[in-house]
């Protein structure tokens, strides 16, 4: 028998065949686009091709049939407006059981019957939001399995702090037992990407982002200094002045302008962790990743640790397993 689990994100959808017995990944797809598809097109009609698409792909390459397959999970934005079944978000506190029991399920024709189980997202409280309450509501969808699949593979002994590095940073406290208690989203990826794109710094970073080959952690620090000193807006024309002035290269001021960015990430961090000593646990890949933990350590933080790339790239499989399972 197998079981197959469905990562359905924003810019990309991922579709992983395992071996029931052995949970051994046996075949995996990975299609651009997601459900960013459906905001374009105001219909899920692409994204339900690609999902087919992808399903069929692991299905043919394993030789398995529909019916071979013990369970089929899903999580992530697919769970949205957006996706293929939109399911309120849980409160938080949530665990690992709270999200099984609040697992739906749906099959349709278009993707050959097969059920589907869907992990439903994570909000931060149940309250109505308002504007003096929303700095301290968050919610996210599929990051809290990747959360619960952390936990499941890092077992932390006391509560700890996720953070989840992407086009939209992800920072979740968990308690002891693996709860999660709640999140805290930053967008700076995506103001990388505008500052990279769209502005006038655009030549100076030569409209690339930063790669590991290039990666220097004295000026990505530097950066994150500029900007804990004279705030983002300051430190990013710094960037500018760098390569104009200075004659800094390219890769400089990409380092520089990611220092800078998450020095804006850490301080919310900190906000977010309350005054508490909590380990921080930096998932994700390189640059990103190691670009996080020296900010943190720039910054005075030495509750940083950089969790395994190969135990990043199983958080949501992991999660996925142990949600569907609780």
Known sequence: ????????????LRVYLLDAATNQVLAESKKDGGVRYTAIDGHNGRLIDLLHSAMEEVLATTGTTPGDLEDCVAYGMITSGLGLLEIPHVPAPASASDLGAAMVSKSFS?????CIRFIPGVRNHASPVNVENC????????????TIGLHTLLKPTGPSMFVLPGTHNKFVKVDESGRILGCMTSISGELLDVITHHTILSDAVAKQFLSADHYNRDILSAGARECAKSGLGRAAFAGRILNT??????????????GAVLAEDVKAMQSFAGGADLPVYVAGKSPLQTAFLDVMQELGLQNGILVDPAVSKQMGIQGALTIGTA
Do not use: H, V
């Open 1 to 12: 028998m197998r079981r197959m689990i469905i990562d359905g994100g924003t810019t990309n």
């Open 110 to 114: 278009r993707l050959d019957d097969i």
């Open 135 to 146: 700095s301290g509501m968050d919610m996210m969808r599929g990051e809290e399995t990747e």
């Open 245 to 258: 002035l200075g004659k800094e290269p390219a890769p400089s001021i990409q380092n520089w302008l990611m």
